[in-house]
């Protein structure tokens, strides 16, 4: 299908839906889907953003500037995970227990505000990894328009530029707690010592990154932009510096670079049932 087939299959379906609410991270994926469902829904859309320690505050600040700017209603919720009994042992069914939880909240707020449906930004991509926040999208009724009308991570930012947005280019995102080995527990604090890690990366030209934790190790996800920044021996030494103030001892490059859902390599068959 031709991908501005695609775009109006989206368009379709949200005019459908009638009234939705939609969770809105900031990322490339839900900001293309807010700005869609605001042109077809006008008034009869809001956008709901969580917010937690493991959500970055620069991505909750540009989640609200974007609703701002477009005049959407925005709503913030506060779904702390660290709360979820179970989540902070870091079960391999962390995401469902996440998901669960956070729709829930939005579909409350939904509710409050007289909007019918609740929509969220997957798309077609993310049907090749493992994903148990899935199922409990599923099990709630939340709606997945961008993978309904079958649209791709790269269709989604041709027509994000194609419109004017600015994400279009925005690296890809994942709530902090993604950055943990299954078993690893996940405190406040770890997931302070990601978002600084992460952040100090952004602030030295890195887009697409991800710092995994491994106890004392952090080990750097990056692209090929990323790995020609590393080329430079002083800004190394720089990133070890400061990746040694944040608190950890080791530092390394991954030579595969970013994928998404790394840490579901260490996962079998008898995990995933």
Excluded at 84 to 91: A, D, K, Q
Excluded at 169 to 176: T, V
């Amino acid at each position: 299908m031709m991908i501005q087939n695609k775009h109006e299959k989206l368009k379709q379906y949200l005019r459908e839906l009638e009234s939705v609410a939609i969770a809105f991270s900031g990322g490339v994926d839900s900001t293309f889907l807010l700005k869609t469902a605001h042109d077809v829904l006008g008034d009869k859309l809001i956008a709901v953003t969580a917010r937690s320690c493991s959500f970055p505050e620069r991505e909750l600040n540009e989640a609200v500037n974007f609703c701002k700017a477009e005049g959407i209603r925005h709503f913030i919720c506060d779904s702390e995970e660290l709360d979820i009994e179970g989540f902070s042992e870091n079960p391999v069914n962390r995401c469902y227990l996440c998901k669960k939880e956070l729709f829930t909240k939005i579909l409350n707020t939904a509710k409050e505000h007289g909007i019918v449906h609740v929509a969220e930004g997957s798309n077609t991509d993310d049907d090749g990894d493992y994903r148990p926040g899935h199922i409990a999208i599923k099990e709630l009724g939340i709606k997945s328009p961008l993978r309904y009308a079958e649209l791709s991570k790269q269709e989604i930012r041709e027509l994000s530029k194609e419109i004017g947005l600015l994400t279009w280019e925005k690296q890809s995102f994942a709530c902090l707690a993604s950055r943990f080995p299954y078993g690893e527990s996940i405190t406040v604090e770890r997931l302070s010592m990601i978002d600084k890690a992460e952040q100090l990366l952004i602030d030295l030209g890195f887009r697409q990154l991800r710092v995994r934790y491994h106890k004392d190790l952090a080990r750097i996800e990056t692209d090929e932009a990323g790995f020609k920044l590393l080329e430079n021996k002083e800004l190394r030494e720089k990133i070890y510096r400061e990746f040694k103030q944040i608190g950890f001892t080791y530092v390394a490059a991954d030579l595969l670079g970013y994928r998404m859902g790394s840490m579901n390599e260490g996962l079998d068959e008898d995990d995933l049932s």
